[in-house]
């Protein structure tokens, strides 16, 4: 991607705030090494695979509020103009 490409797309991921998104601070950009650094949100927890394989198995209703938070996610980012495509969705 071109420098230009690149930051278009943190200008728009810095519009995207949104209570069921991690929020986005900001990008550390060495163009000499090509690298790019995601400055975010800490979140304090465990992965959804660990919250899914526990040995007690979450509950319908915590599921169902997980799946309805991250369906509120996607239904905002989709919202946005232009849209936001998330591309990376995990189990």
Known sequence: ATVCSLSNELRILRRGRHPNLVLF??????????????????????????????????????????????????WFLHSQHPSIIHGDLKS
């Open 25 to 74: 601070h900001g990008a550390v950009v060495d163009t000499k090494k090509s690298y790019i650094g995601l400055i975010l949100e800490l979140v304090d927890g465990v992965s959804m695979d660990e919250w899914r394989n526990h040995k007690r198995t979450p509950t319908m209703a915590a599921q169902y509020r997980v799946v309805l938070g991250i369906c509120r996610a996607l």
